[in-house]
């Protein structure tokens, strides 16, 4: 089901999750090595560096609502839901940046105050081995 979306077993977790690397990203400089040829090097950096900032921001639960921009942003309330590993929670809440994406196409589920989301796994995985959690769905490892 949802197994394959970034995990973090808390949204306070000291955003730890922001931190944690995956194989993909690693691989990341075949991606932006060529950019580097089209994008002005501080331009760059800002944009990282903005990226960064909104990630941390979103996961947090110090901000429960964002009153109307609720309707257009992917807001943190949105994407504790997406984290969540509660049954309304699974495959939900897609959007980056922007919710609407969500809402266009059903994919979209508020949070909602009469259940507490659980944070983390649907299920426990048999291995902490990093090459076992990278490649197992692939039927590789």
């Keep these: 089901m949802s197994e394959d979306r970034h995990e973090c077993r808390t949204a306070e977790c000291g955003n730890e ?11 990341g400089g075949a991606f932006y090595l060529p ?3 089209v994008i002005p090097p501080a331009q760059f950096v800002m944009h990282h560096q903005f990226s960064y900032l909104y990630m941390f921001w ?3 639960e110090a901000i429960k ?13 949105h994407h504790r839901v ?12 897609y959007g980056g940046v922007l919710i ?18 659980v944070y ?22």
């Design 17 to 27: 999750c922001l931190v944690e690397r995956n194989v993909i990203e690693y691989e």
């Design 35 to 37: 950019l580097a040829l």
């Design 58 to 60: 979103i996961h947090t």
């Design 65 to 77: 609502s964002l009153g109307p921009l609720e309707y257009i942003l992917n807001t943190p309330s």
């Design 82 to 93: 997406h984290h969540g590993s509660n049954k309304y929670c699974l495959d939900v809440n």
């Design 100 to 117: 609407i994406w969500d809402r266009l196409f059903g994919t979209f589920r508020p949070e909602t105050d009469k259940v507490e989301i």
């Design 120 to 141: 983390g796994l649907i299920y426990n995985q048999p291995s902490f081995n990093p090459l076992y959690l990278q490649c197992h769905r692939y039927n590789i490892s």
